[in-house]
């Protein structure tokens, strides 16, 4: 049984989650001789599995395809010395990395599926709401996608260039509330623990600050794959600023993802608490008092991430108290947003049009400062 921890972030385990992503870093799928470690990738195939029998949608956003590519072309310095070499070692190495992954998700029963992509696939809003919705279909229907980016057509510029923000890409655009990145490392150090004795674990980040920043440094500890602390970190804004948890953990060791989630041992990063937490719950409602119609420019604001102002509004609809949930209609009738109203139906069909200023007289006491305050907002 899944827990819905959505409510409780405190506690939030991004093992527990519906949906979860697992990133596995390219030195655990890759020896140096160039195999696939398929032994201890059955072993965490298996843990998959078991996630996904006990009602957990798991992706994966696998590396690899270069580091084994390379070593089968026999190219200088893991495919990195041109980007014709890392991209034809791309190609080559991702034929062999799906068909392992599919094999052993099938001795499982799993049907495995692969998805390629691109910065600009999860950059262009249309195209990021496709994949969005691809992942979406897959993982309801039960099938474990498998993902990378398409570094055999990625120029250097348009790519992301490290699998950690790409996972945490993925989380956003597949809705996942966590994200496990297994790798080399078993987690965030106070100070690079190669150099420094005294370094310690940190297990849980709840701010992402430039204290927690500067503990980073730009180093990866195998030089196979091309994400770094650095670059973990920057993931972990990511997620969590799509409201999803974050772990770094070890997957040295066989069945990584069950150790993990047996001993919570790595670092998680935890998406903000209330707002995370609230917007889960908001954009799950399933019943709405009214709704509000505003204009254009309001829904171009909502959009920048700005409150609704009672000057966008149009019309309201519905009758609700303050605190009241309703859903916020834009011009072409499209349901843009859902929100906390901060005034109850007449007020708010009173004040509609009106510029700020003029609300104090129209209401007779002291306005708030928006129809639906952006905190208490979640764009759909
Ligand atoms: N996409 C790269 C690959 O499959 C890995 C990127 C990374 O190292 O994170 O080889």
Redesign the pocket.
């Known amino acids: 049984m899944v827990a819905d921890l959505s409510q409780d972030s405190a506690r939030f385990s991004p093992a527990q989650c519906a949906r979860l992503i697992v990133k596995v870093?390219?030195a655990l799928l890759v020896d140096p001789d160039g195999a696939i470690r398929g032994r201890w990738l059955g072993t965490l195939v298996k843990d998959i599995a078991a996630a996904h029998k006990a009602g957990q949608q798991v992706a994966i956003v696998?590396?690899?395809?270069?580091?084994?590519?390379a070593r089968r072309l026999k190219l200088p310095k893991g495919g990195r010395a041109s980007l014709e070499d890392a991209q034809a070692?791309?190609a080559t190495?991702?034929i062999a990395?799906s068909q392992v992954w599919a094999d052993l998700l099938a001795a499982h029963g799993i049907i495995a599926a692969q998805m390629l992509v691109t910065l600009d696939d999860l950059e262009d809003r249309r195209r990021y709401l496709n994949a969005s919705a691809t992942l979406d279909r897959l993982l309801t229907l039960g099938v474990v996608p498998v993902i990378?980016?398409n570094?055999s057509v990625a120029t250097a510029e348009i790519r992301?260039?490290?699998?950690?923000r790409?996972a945490a890409r993925v989380a956003q655009a597949a809705g996942a509330q966590g994200v496990i990145l297994l790798s080399d490392v078993d987690g965030l150090y106070t100070a690079n623990p190669g150099h420094d004795p005294d370094a310690t674990l940190i297990p849980r980040v709840e701010k992402l600050d430039a204290r927690i920043m500067a503990m980073a440094d730009g180093r990866?500890a195998s030089g196979?794959?091309?994400?770094g602390m650095v670059?973990k970190l920057e993931a972990a804004r990511i997620a969590n600023s799509a409201g999803a948890a974050l772990a770094i953990a070890t997957g040295k060791n066989d069945h990584a993802l069950k150790r993990y989630l047996d001993s919570s041992h790595g670092t998680v990063f935890l998406p903000e608490r209330h707002a995370g937490a609230r917007k889960a719950w908001l954009a799950g409602r399933l019943r709405v008092k009214g709704s509000i119609h505003i204009d254009a420019g309001a829904a171009a604001a909502l959009g920048k991430g700005k409150s609704l102002l009672a000057a966008g509004a149009t019309s309201v609809q519905g009758s609700f108290e303050r605190g009241d949930v309703i859903d916020v209609i834009g011009p072409g009738e499209q349901r843009l947003a859902r929100g906390l109203s901060e005034y109850d139906s007449a007020d708010a069909a009173k004040i509609i049009g009106r510029r700020s200023d003029a609300l104090e007289t129209i209401l007779g006491y002291a306005p708030r400062t928006a129809l639906v305050h952006r905190d208490h907002m979640v764009i759909l």
């Not at 196979?224 to 994400?227: D, P, R």
């Open positions: 870093g390219s696998s590396s690899g395809a270069i580091a084994l590519g070692a791309a190495g991702q990395l990378n980016e570094d992301f260039g490290d699998n950690d790409l990866t196979m794959g091309s994400g670059s």
